[in-house]
């Protein structure tokens, strides 16, 4: 059986920025960028971007998942997928 790695950080990082400029109809996102306490990133964009992600890398993100940290920056979302990616190639 064969493996495949998970893509790199920088590749996510690129998914969940251009996910994230789609959903939010925003023109430019850094890493940084607190989405939550700012209220950029609604509950309703939430649901949508998890979908989007969850299509895009072939992962689930479940309920033990949906804390705001988890989603408080692209960075911090960007961890997030590559742990799922890396749980999902490794297991």
């Given at each position: 059986m064969t493996t495949v790695p998970p893509p790199a950080s920088d590749t996510v990082l690129a998914a969940v920025s251009e996910s994230l400029l789609e959903l939010l109809g925003l023109t430019e996102l850094h890493p940084e960028t607190e989405l939550v306490d700012s209220g950029v990133l609604s509950s309703l964009a939430?649901?949508?971007?998890?979908?989007?992600l969850e299509r895009r890398f072939d992962i689930r993100i479940g309920k033990d998942d949906l804390?705001?940290?988890?989603?408080?920056?692209?960075?911090a979302i960007t961890r997030l997928v590559s742990a799922k990616t890396?749980?999902?190639s490794a297991g």
């Open positions: 939430m649901v949508g971007l998890i979908a989007k804390e705001l940290t988890n989603f408080r920056t692209p960075l890396a749980a999902t």
